[in-house]
């Protein structure tokens, strides 16, 4: 912990502070007649000079009192015996340089209940200071901590939340295969081609906050061609992309969890073709992401957990809080997704 007021911000400060009792105590003492202006500006600048001294000083007393005392009454005790040898020294001090200075010095203590007045106000003063700057000092800290904190859960709660995306993928994909190793050898030799490239951009994507709109739907486009392998002319995708859109920084993998979610609930068990449609518009704020895919509202669908969606919604909130937003929407035979997203991550600042 270094000393506060020896900094280049703080000391122009603290030394312009003397200035105003130096000055009240050279009126109080000429204009009261006591003493002649020379020998009143003399006696104030020796007096308020040693003090200066000795209230820079006061810090190692208060740093060392600070960690080695916790007792409030020790403490008390501690700056009482502090303040009596200030006021001793500071005297002391005092009493020397003007003797050095005059060979009849004038008669300064005639003011010696007031200087001890003076000095223990000006002690607890720069006392005070001292707490202040140390409280503050603390609280800086203690606010940096909490930030440093927060940052390391959320992005732990990130690793988190991205951890729950491969796992749930990977579960459905090796499922394919395994279905496709037994009617369709060539399909399934494809379909693992095509895994494994979209493995290697999840992997790495994992290490990633954010990817490009490009790289993003690049990885959505392997991920519904290997669900086509599986699906055939069952599944159809159908993509409008506003070419200025694809250099957005998106949260990586933010897709998923939604072409995983139309295909499970439009694919799985509908017995007509379903079709994916993907709208990406852009204005100068956000990017706009709308992901639609038709299902028969007859049939009687496996009810999830939610689990992709709440995924998608968390980490919205955790990477752009109240500015991104995802919309879900589920009438007559459709159910639309509506991902909006700021062009510029908080982040990035």
Same mark, same amino acid.
């Given at each position: ?5 020896l900094?280049?911000? &703080? ?5 312009a502070?003397w200035?105003?009792p130096?000055?009240l ?8 007649g006591?003493?002649?202006l ?11 000079s ?7 000083s ?17 403490? &008390?005790? $501690? ?6 040898? +200030? ?10 340089? &003007? ?6 010095p004038?008669?300064f ?5 007031q200087r001890l007045i ?11 200071a001292y707490?202040?700057?140390i ?5 800086q ?6 930030a440093r904190?927060r940052?390391?859960l959320?992005d732990s709660?990130l ?9 749930h993928?990977l ?10 190793t037994?009617?369709?050898? $060539?399909?399934a030799?494809?379909? +693992?081609?095509?895994?494994s ?5 999840s ?7 954010l990817?490009?709109l ?7 486009t392997?991920y519904?061609?290997?669900?086509k392998?599986r699906?055939g002319?069952k599944?159809k995708a159908?993509y409008q ?10 949260p990586?993998m933010i897709?998923q969890p939604l ?17 994916i449609?993907?709208?990406i518009?852009?204005n100068d704020?956000h990017?706009r &992401?709308?992901?639609?895919?038709s ?6 669908y ?7 969606l709440?995924?998608?919604r968390?980490?919205?909130?955790l990477?752009y809080g109240?500015?991104?937003?995802l919309?879900?929407?589920k009438?007559e035979q459709?159910?639309?997704?509506t ?5 510029i ?5």
């Open positions: 912990m270094s000393h506060p007021f900094n280049k911000k &703080i000391f122009p400060f603290y030394s502070a200035l105003f130096t000055v105590q050279v009126w109080s003492m000429a204009l009261g006591y003493f002649t020379e020998a009143a500006i003399i006696l104030s600048l020796i007096s308020n040693v003090f200066f001294i000795l209230g820079l006061m810090w190692f007393f208060v740093k060392y009192t600070l960690i080695n005392t916790t007792s409030l009454f020790k403490r &008390i005790l $501690d700056f009482t015996a502090s303040c009596i040898m +200030i006021l001793f020294i500071w005297q002391s001090v005092v009493f020397i340089l &003007i003797g050095l200075l005059w060979n009849n004038p008669d203590s005639i003011f010696f209940p003076y000095g223990f106000m000006v002690y607890l003063l720069i006392l005070m707490y202040l700057r409280s503050y000092d603390v609280l800290e203690k606010a940096q901590n909490e904190l940052e390391m959320k709660e690793d988190m939340l991205k951890s729950q995306i491969n796992p993928f579960f459905n994909s090796l499922n394919s295969v395994n279905w496709l037994q009617i369709q050898p $060539d399909k030799s494809e379909m +693992i081609v095509s895994l490239e979209y493995l290697r951009y992997i790495a994507g994992g290490h990633r906050t990817s490009s490009k790289m993003e739907m690049e990885n959505i392997r519904i061609n290997i669900e392998i699906f002319e599944l159908e992309v506003t070419e200025e859109c694809l250099q957005v920084k998106i990586s897709l072409y995983e979610n139309a295909i499970k609930h439009g694919v799985y068990e509908s017995t007509d073709p379903v079709w449609e993907t709208k518009s852009c704020t990017v &992401i709308v992901i639609q895919n299902f028969e509202p007859n049939i009687p496996q009810k999830g957990n939610g689990l992709g709440n995924n998608v968390q980490r919205l909130r990477i109240e500015t991104a937003s919309e879900t929407e009438k459709l159910f639309t997704a991902l909006l997203i700021p062009r991550c908080p982040s990035e600042h």
